[in-house]
């Protein structure tokens, strides 16, 4: 598993991100500090609409970096995103417990130590790997077309998102029973 790697974005993705990280204005900051921000909440944000996309290499010269170090810096971010993306998603999987199972075996937890700084983004060690990265890159091109490529406000776009999201997570909690560790043994 190659979770712990540099993500590399390219063509229009790479044109997305820039946008989402500089300010909207003068006196407006950008939508995300970091482009490692946009990545994460891209990730949320493609699964919820459900929105995909393939790697753009329309261009080459247009790149955009999220440097293993800063993966690394976000281990357990990283690792509950994709496990919720793992979990939630049946495309690949229909049987949940093997999407369990998927999701907190050990490759994920030593994925850390076996992975290469060199591997791009096109590099997958399962489908899994690949969805979550479609998610990203979906997600990239929901929140850039709707914040502003087509947003004629764009802080009330961001504003629905947020309580969109807001609301499923919300679904989910009171959906889920209250488990102890009691319950567990």
Same mark, same amino acid.
Do not use: C, W
């Given at each position: 598993?190659?979770?712990?790697?540099?993500?590399?974005?390219?063509?229009?993705?790479?044109?997305?991100?820039?946008?989402?990280?500089?300010?909207?204005?003068?006196?407006?900051?950008?939508?995300?500090?970091?482009? $490692?921000?946009?990545? %994460?909440?891209?990730? &949320?944000?493609?699964? /919820?609409? *459900?929105?995909?996309? +393939?790697? @753009?290499?329309? !261009?080459?010269?247009?790149?955009?970096?999220?440097?293993?170090?800063?993966?690394?810096?976000?281990?357990?971010?990283?690792?509950?995103?994709?496990?919720?993306?793992?979990?939630?998603?049946?495309?690949?999987?229909?049987?949940?417990?093997?999407? $369990?199972?998927?999701? %907190?075996?050990?490759? &994920?937890?030593?994925? /850390?130590? *076996?992975?290469?700084? +060199?591997? @791009?983004?096109? !590099?997958?060690?399962?489908?899994?790997?690949?969805?979550?990265?479609?998610?990203?890159?979906?997600?990239?091109?929901?929140?850039?077309?709707?914040?502003?490529?087509?947003?004629?406000?764009?802080?009330?776009?961001?504003?629905?998102?947020?309580?969109?999201?807001?609301?499923?997570?919300?679904?989910?909690?009171?959906?889920?029973?209250?488990?102890?560790?009691?319950?567990?043994?």
């Amino acid at each position: 598993m190659v979770l712990f790697r540099t993500y590399n974005f390219y063509g229009k993705h790479a044109n997305y991100m820039e946008a989402l990280v500089t300010p909207i204005t003068e006196t407006l900051p950008p939508f995300f500090k970091r482009n $490692i921000d946009v990545m %994460f909440a891209a990730s &949320v944000v493609g699964f /919820k609409f *459900n929105k995909r996309a +393939d790697i @753009d290499r329309s !261009t080459e010269a247009i790149k955009k970096t999220i440097n293993v170090e800063q993966i690394y810096n976000e281990e357990e971010l990283v690792k509950f995103l994709y496990r919720l993306i793992l979990l939630s998603d049946d495309s690949i999987e229909p049987d949940l417990e093997k999407r $369990i199972k998927m999701a %907190f075996s050990s490759d &994920v937890n030593a994925n /850390k130590k *076996n992975s290469k700084e +060199d591997n @791009d983004s096109e !590099t997958y060690s399962n489908d899994y790997e690949k969805l979550f990265y479609q998610y990203i890159l979906g997600g990239i091109e929901y929140l850039y077309e709707n914040l502003i490529g087509n947003a004629k406000d764009p802080i009330s776009n961001m504003g629905n998102i947020i309580n969109e999201i807001s609301s499923t997570v919300d679904l989910i909690d009171s959906s889920v029973p209250d488990i102890t560790l009691e319950d567990l043994k």
